[in-house]
């Protein structure tokens, strides 16, 4: 860690916490896409049809 960061930290201790919430982000995001990458084809036309399948009617009143 670098001396400014080093002395910026040391000055608030609370700009820890965005820091730790960007690398959950991070970590999420990449999980995301990893399963994506690695997703079968027949899998992603499956959640691509999910709009286009017909909705259950419903009485209209």
């Known amino acids: 860690m670098?001396?400014?960061?080093?002395?910026?930290?040391?000055?608030?201790?609370?700009?820890l916490y965005p820091l730790i919430a960007l690398i959950l982000f991070f970590v999420v995001f990449l999980v995301v896409v990893i399963r994506v990458v690695r997703m079968k084809a027949s899998e992603a036309d499956q959640y691509a049809r999910i709009p286009l399948e017909e909705e259950l009617e419903v009485p209209h009143e």
């Open 2 to 15: 670098s001396r400014f960061a080093a002395e910026l930290f040391a000055q608030s201790p609370a700009l």
